[in-house]
């Protein structure tokens, strides 16, 4: 798609979010066994890589929620060889976007809220992101669209999610994310003294250790998710 269109998007259920997302994962990551057929979506939906939460979909799981995204103009069904029914996504036209912006839609369904340095570590295997600054740019374009929000205030850590929620789960997000930031700042202590806050000099210290910590998990995870699809 040369040109962006007026996002389509609206809220759907959670594993029609997922089977989304791996239609959209597997079009960029393996794209010689694109389209997929149910089986393979439901492998995707259920692989432990590069998802949260992990989830158990079964046959009549998936099939509900390809006919939600076939309704919503979000799914197209084809004919694959050999008369197999296989699926493809229509997710440019759905959001409304290019390549920058469905890789990241695509890790926020896959993964749920993350922060800027997750976000471009994990999209960067479906489209490259030059730096942070590049991806902060993407993401405010996708707010501005209505497909992302930030679920917490400006900051270190801020974190960012998709507008595909039903309404009762956007309600419990906010309290979901603000556990795991502090499970995850409790898993990784300050080593050696701290920096006396009031210092934006050591503010700034901080954000950098931070955003380093998250680059390197989030790397690790992206990698993981290449070996996942090397072996699929």
Same mark, same amino acid.
């Given at each position: 798609?040369?040109?962006?269109?007026?996002?389509?998007?609206?809220?759907?259920?959670?594993?029609?979010?997922?089977?989304?997302?791996?239609?959209?994962?597997?079009?960029?990551?393996?794209?010689?066994?694109?389209?997929?057929?149910?089986?393979?979506?439901?492998?995707?939906?259920?692989?432990?890589?590069?998802?949260?939460?992990?989830?158990?979909?079964?046959?009549?799981?998936? %099939?509900?929620?390809?006919? @939600?995204?076939?309704?919503?103009? +979000?799914?197209? &069904?084809? !004919?694959? #060889?050999?008369?197999?029914?296989?699926?493809?996504?229509?997710?440019?036209?759905?959001?409304?976007?290019?390549?920058?912006?469905?890789?990241?839609?695509?890790?926020l369904l896959l993964r749920g809220p993350q922060t800027l340095g997750e976000i471009r570590t994990r999209a960067s295997r479906m489209h490259p992101f030059a730096d942070l600054t590049a991806t902060q740019a993407e993401v405010d374009s996708l707010i501005e669209k209505g497909l992302?929000?930030?679920?917490?205030?400006?900051?270190?850590?801020?974190?960012?999610?998709?507008? %595909?929620?039903?309404?009762? @789960?956007?309600?419990?997000?906010? +309290?979901?994310? &603000?556990? !795991?930031? #502090?499970?995850?700042?409790?898993?990784?202590?300050?080593?050696?003294?701290?920096?006396?806050?009031?210092?934006?000099?050591?503010?700034?210290?901080?954000?950098?250790?931070?955003?380093?910590?998250?680059?390197?998990?989030?790397?690790?995870?992206?990698?993981?998710?290449?070996?996942?699809?090397?072996?699929?």
């Amino acid at each position: 798609m040369s040109e962006e269109s007026a996002p389509q998007a609206k809220p759907v259920s959670a594993i029609a979010r997922r089977c989304l997302g791996v239609l959209v994962e597997k079009a960029k990551t393996t794209p010689d066994s694109y389209p997929l057929s149910l089986a393979g979506i439901i492998t995707g939906c259920n692989q432990k890589s590069n998802r949260d939460p992990k989830m158990d979909v079964d046959e009549g799981d998936a %099939l509900l929620a390809l006919d @939600e995204l076939r309704e919503a103009g +979000a799914v197209r &069904e084809i !004919q694959g #060889s050999g008369r197999v029914t296989k699926f493809r996504h229509a997710a440019y036209e759905w959001f409304g976007v290019d390549s920058p912006g469905s890789a990241i839609m695509t890790e926020l369904l896959l993964r749920g809220p993350q922060t800027l340095g997750e976000i471009r570590t994990r999209a960067s295997r479906m489209h490259p992101f030059a730096d942070l600054t590049a991806t902060q740019a993407e993401v405010d374009s996708l707010i501005e669209k209505g497909l992302m929000f930030a679920v917490t205030p400006p900051g270190r850590g801020q974190t960012f999610a998709h507008t %595909l929620y039903m309404p009762v @789960e956007r309600q419990h997000l906010a +309290a979901k994310v &603000e556990k !795991q930031a #502090s499970a995850a700042a409790a898993s990784h202590p300050d080593a050696g003294p701290r920096p006396q806050p009031g210092s934006i000099a050591n503010e700034g210290l901080i954000d950098k250790i931070q955003q380093r910590l998250e680059d390197v998990t989030a790397r690790l995870e992206a990698l993981e998710a290449k070996l996942a699809d090397w072996e699929s």
